[in-house]
């Protein structure tokens, strides 16, 4: 069974920095990829990060490249977000996700 546990979320001042974890068990690890994904209050959860197996190829969302970086630790099944720069409109809860499952989300609030 997939369990996905996101940690690190917390209050930061808008141009501060938060690096998220992600640490997955139930299933193998270094066989897929693995996204992050947030959802802001009101609108739908979206997906912003994507990473390959091996951590070769990631992909992100217009809104976070360049600030955000998504990185990988196939030894320690786990997942990481470095957001730099925030913003107030990336306050969200963030979430992991692999093969349909997410975590409890950690919650990322931007405010001066």
């Known amino acids: 069974q997939v369990r996905l546990v996101e940690s690190g979320g917390g209050l930061v001042q ?6 998220l974890s992600c640490a997955a068990s139930g ?19 979206e997906p912003i990060a994507t990473i390959s197996v091996h951590g070769t190829s ?3 969302a217009a809104s976070v490249k360049g600030r955000f970086t998504i990185s990988r630790d196939n030894a320690k099944n786990t997942v990481y977000l470095q957001m730099n720069n925030l913003k107030p409109e990336d306050t969200a809860v963030y979430y992991c996700g692999v093969l349909g499952s997410w975590g409890q989300g950690t919650q990322v609030t931007v405010s001066s």
Do not use: V
């Not at 808008?14 to 690096?19: E, F």
């Open 14 to 19: 808008p141009g501060g920095s938060l690096r």
């Open 27 to 45: 299933y193998a690890f270094g066989s897929y990829a693995m996204t992050w994904y947030r959802r802001a209050p009101g609108k739908e959860r």
């Open 58 to 60: 990631t992909n992100y």
